[in-house]
Structures are given as C-alpha cells and as structure tokens.
C-alpha cells in the first residue's frame, strides 16, 4: 500500500520549528551583548583548580613572556610553557551574544594549554568563517597568580544584513533578474533568516529561510526552507516539431508549478564537520506538452519533458550528508578547503510519485601563493539513478560560464554549450556530472570600512555532462574528442567584499547584460 506523506505535515513541521527557535529568551539580549569598550568575563577557575603539570619559569627566562603579554607562536616544534586558563575576555561585540562567539572556541576556564596550541589558531580561522566578523585578534595575557593566563578575543563586527543572490541579464529569451536580503544573525543569536526572489518574462520564484546552526547553544542544528516557483522550460535540440504543427520552432516549452519545503537537523563533530538530515516534500502541477520531436545525434528523437509527471504530482525524499569548513574566510579565503557530501533518496515509501537516488560530492582547496595570493582547486562528481524531475537534474548552464545558470530553480536560456564543439551540445539536464574548476586570486585592497576587500580573479576549467542513455548513443557527426561531452568554461574579474555583501564584476557578467531577446517557440 502505497503511503502519502502530504505537504501539510511539512508545514507544521516547519511551524513547531519556528516556534522553537524564537524561544530563545530574547530579555537576555539586552544583558548579553555588551558595548565593545566592556570586558565579557567568563567565570574564573575555582581556588581548587591545581595545574601540577604547568612548566614553572622565572620570568627572566621566559621566552614567551612580553611585559604582561604572553606572544602566541605557530611553531610547535619547539618547547613552549604551558598556562592554565584562569578566563576568557571578549571585546568588540555590539551585537553579537557572546554564546555565539564561544561557541567556536574549545578552550575553557581552568584548561591548561600551550602558547603554541593550535585551538588558539583555528579559533580565530572559526570565528573567520562565521562571516560575521571582519577581524579577529586572540592575544595572552598573564593572569593574577603565576602560571595563570588570560584569553583576550577581540572582534570587528561585519554588518549582519547583507544583499545576495543579485542577478541582472539578457538570454536568448528573456530578460532576467534576482535578489535577496539575509541577516546572517537575528538580534546577535547567530540565526540566519533570508528571503530571496528571482523573475523573467512568465515566470517568477521566491524563497525564504532560516538556519541556526547551534539550537539552543548546542552542537544540534535546525534549518528550514520554503521555495514557490511559477515557472516555464525550454525542451529540444533544433529542428523541433510540436504536436501536429508542420511548422519547426526554436524550442518547446512546458510551464510548471511547484511548492516546496525543506526542514532538517544537523550536529556539529570536532568543530568542523556538520552532519546534516532533511526531509523534503513538494507539490508539482505540470503542463506537459502534446508529444513532439527534435534532430539529436545526427536522427530525429522524441522529446523527453523532463520525466515530470502530467497534471499534479507529489515528490517527498530524505536527504542527509556532511560539510566540513575550513577556510581561513568565507568570502575571499586565501587557505583552507570546503568539502561537501550529499545522497538524496526518493521513493514510493515516502510517498514520492518520483523514484531516483541523488549523490553529490565537491571539494574546494585554496593554496596559499605567497603576497596574499591564492590558487583555488574545485572538484566536483555527481550521480543520479532514476527519473529525477528536470529542476534535480544536472543542467548545462551550472557549469558553464558562458550560459546563465539557474536562479531559484528557474532557467531562462536555450543555449548549448559548445566551446569545444563536443557531444556536450546534445546535453541540457542530465544524470552524470564531473567538473574540475582552477581560479587565482590576486588582492588588490584591504580595508576596514564600507569595502573590506577586493580581489581580481581568472578562471579556467572543464566540465562533463551526460545521461546513461546519451552514454549508449552512437554520436553521429562527432568525431575524435569530439564524442566526449565536455567543454571549456573560463572568466576573468574582481570580486568586491563589502559590508553589504559580495560583489562581482566579471567578463562573463559583462556579457549577460547585453540584450539578444528572440522568441519563436512552440506554447
């Protein structure tokens, strides 16, 4: 018996959800968040607190002891006294909770450490990451008895409200738009709470979140995320007919709606790796069209809509994965990697009308290139088994530069990549999808105000798309290489990080603003 898991039950999912974060007692905001010229204390070690194995030095000899300040050094090949932590002094946080802030330092009161001990180091790369901060500075003090040290964190606040997902442009088609607002920590909770918003010719999307990664001051996460789209695509190669329409069109098209919700848990492991599982049901109503064929691979073929279902239609899946972070800046990182791991599954169990398996994995490594330069390695594989909806599916756009990708969801191009002339032109959505992307990034400015940094970048790389069935068909009119689906993508500008987000002006962004609208289509 086949069971539905309705899209109500998300709903109130994600109401119990919202409700649980917001009661985090916000009186104690006010008492919390401190003026940046006030000491935050932590409470000190108790009088019973004995650190035996501290290596005593008289003061003369202590080469890690400046004035009252102890000089934290990276080198630990070198011997170097160990302190007991008599507390922790956190200045610069006109908005931050200070919970927030400790959470990303594994050090207590009445620890004992090193001067060299790597937590102090990867505290300060954590508190980085957040994006919250725009500087960090960690320094040691002597305590009030000998062997006793003090942990100083001092912060620079980033502005939390920040505009992404901004998108102008012209396709083929239509022109196109997006933007959004998030506050990346809701009254200084750390909670992230955003809405974003894309829309071209027949088609709009919205979005709205909320993430807090750290439930209650745990490591348990709790994340949610609504998505509405009234939208349209674009289906066949070239030479396509419609129905029984004698007349050949530049593409058909399907509209389609769909609602969905997205609600999850994770846990935060050492620090860096955060486990994560999600539910996710949606709601589908396609318009498919009558059947119709297109010239593919040197023979006429029927169109394949996208394997949505006609009329409406239920999707519900389970999802889980793992991230690990650790950059030494979220926006413009110069060392560090981001990886992420992700399986998808959709079935009849959950109620699905849709059965397939999804799995994703990427991992970006930044090489630190002396003078603040940096060499960014991206990896990416992924996998699908099953008749996936079109939006699951891999789409060329993603990996090309030189087409607009998707926004919330939406397409708004025809295009095919062909930079190398490949199979690849055959290919839109497909089930398999490997791409290795370098960039080098060079600074050009650093600063402390509006703009925090800008960076000039150029970027190469290759990427491979295709279906188990394009992989079986023989590829007439290619030759050589050319049988292999990949291509070139590339593009060269600055990346600006302000107090109000990130900017980029680039070759390729250049290019997308500049009108080339034709219409001429099969409704």
Not at 190 to 201: F, H, M, T, Y
Not at 296 to 303: A, K, V
Not at 473 to 497: E, N, S
Request: proline share 4%.
């Amino acid at each position: 018996m086949k069971i539905k898991v309705h899209i109500p039950f998300f709903f109130l999912s994600a109401l119990i959800v919202v409700a649980s974060v917001f009661t985090k007692p916000l009186h104690a905001i006010g008492d919390e968040t401190q003026n940046s010229t006030e000491e935050i204390i932590i409470s000190e070690p108790t009088e019973t607190i004995q650190a035996p194995t501290i290596q005593w030095m008289q003061e003369p000899a202590d080469p890690v002891l400046n004035g009252n300040a102890i000089n934290i050094t990276n080198d630990t090949s070198q011997p170097s006294p160990r302190y007991a932590l008599q507390k922790i002094i956190i200045k610069g946080n006109r908005k931050t909770l200070r919970q927030v802030i400790l959470r990303y330092v594994e050090m207590r009161p009445g620890e004992v450490f090193c001067a060299n001990d790597p937590m102090l180091e990867m505290a300060s790369y954590r508190l980085l990451s957040t994006g919250l901060f725009s500087d960090v500075d960690i320094s040691l003090k002597r305590g009030d008895r000998r062997g006793w040290a003090i942990l100083i964190i001092e912060v620079k606040e980033r502005n939390t409200i920040v505009v992404k997902d901004f998108m102008l442009g012209f396709s083929e088609i239509t022109p196109y738009g997006s933007l959004g607002v998030k506050d990346r920590s809701l009254l200084g909770t750390g909670i992230e709470l955003g809405i974003s918003g894309a829309i071209s010719k027949k088609q709009f999307a919205y979005k709205i979140f909320m993430a807090d990664n750290h439930f209650l001051n745990t490591d348990v996460g709790l994340h949610m995320e609504g998505l509405y789209a009234h939208a349209r695509d674009f289906f066949g190669h070239e030479s396509i007919y419609v129905g029984s329409s004698k007349d050949t069109n530049s593409y058909a098209q399907m509209y389609y709606d769909r609602a969905s919700l997205r609600v999850g848990t994770g846990y935060t492991i050492l620090m860096d790796y955060f486990f994560w599982l999600d539910l996710r049901g949606e709601y589908i109503r396609a318009d498919v069209p009558v059947a119709g064929s297109h010239y593919s691979f040197g023979e006429r073929r029927p169109i394949e809509y996208g394997h949505l279902l006609p009329g409406s239609s239920e999707l519900s899946s389970i999802l889980f994965g793992v991230t690990r972070d650790t950059r030494d800046y979220p926006i413009l990182p110069s060392k560090g990697a981001i990886t992420n791991l992700s399986i998808e599954l959709s079935t009849e169990i959950f109620g699905s009308d849709y059965e397939f398996s999804k799995f994703t994995i990427s991992h970006d490594i930044y090489f630190s290139m002396g003078k603040g330069h940096s060499l960014r390695v991206g990896l990416f594989a992924g996998f699908i088994k099953g008749a996936a909806p079109f939006f699951d599916q891999f789409f060329v756009g993603d990996y090309s530069s030189f087409m607009p990708s998707r926004l919330l969801g939406l397409n708004f191009s025809h295009l095919n990549s062909s930079v190398l002339n490949t199979t690849i032109q055959e290919m839109r959505y497909e089930d398999m999808a490997e791409s290795i992307n370098l960039e080098y990034s060079i600074p050009f400015y650093r600063g402390s105000d509006l703009v925090l940094g800008v960076n000039g970048f150029v970027g190469l790389g290759f990427f491979a798309l295709a279906s188990s069935e394009d992989l079986r068909t023989d590829p007439h009119g290619y030759r050589g290489y050319q049988v292999i689906p990949m291509d070139l993508t590339a593009d060269l500008g600055i990346k600006i990080d302000t107090q109000i987000g990130t900017l980029i002006f680039s070759m390729v962004n250049v290019l997308r603003i500049i009108p080339r609208v034709k219409e001429g289509t099969a409704e």
